[in-house]
């Protein structure tokens, strides 16, 4: 089982503010947290998972990405 983070930790981790991570908690949106008891904690794999989701392609990705589809394509 992977070492659960304090919402501190996670905040250190994404360079983000604690109060946003609250925020966030209570809009049902960032990272996947678990509650154990009345505490919440972030698995590194949930941020991990989080920064993957959040990452969004530059035009210049998308670009190479169209490319190489279209010629594939008869």
């Known amino acids: 089982m992977e070492r659960l ?6 905040a250190e981790i994404l360079r ?5 991570l609250r925020i966030w908690r209570r809009r049902g949106v960032g990272p996947e947290v678990c509650k154990v008891g009345r505490l919440c904690r972030y ?3 949930a941020l991990e998972s989080y920064v993957e989701r959040s990452t969004k392609r530059t035009g210049n990705d998308q670009d190479q ?3 190489v589809t279209s010629s594939e394509t008869p």
């Open 5 to 10: 983070l304090t919402p501190q930790e996670a």
């Open 16 to 20: 983000i503010r604690t109060d946003t």
């Open 65 to 67: 990405h169209h490319q």
């Open 43 to 45: 698995s590194p794999s």
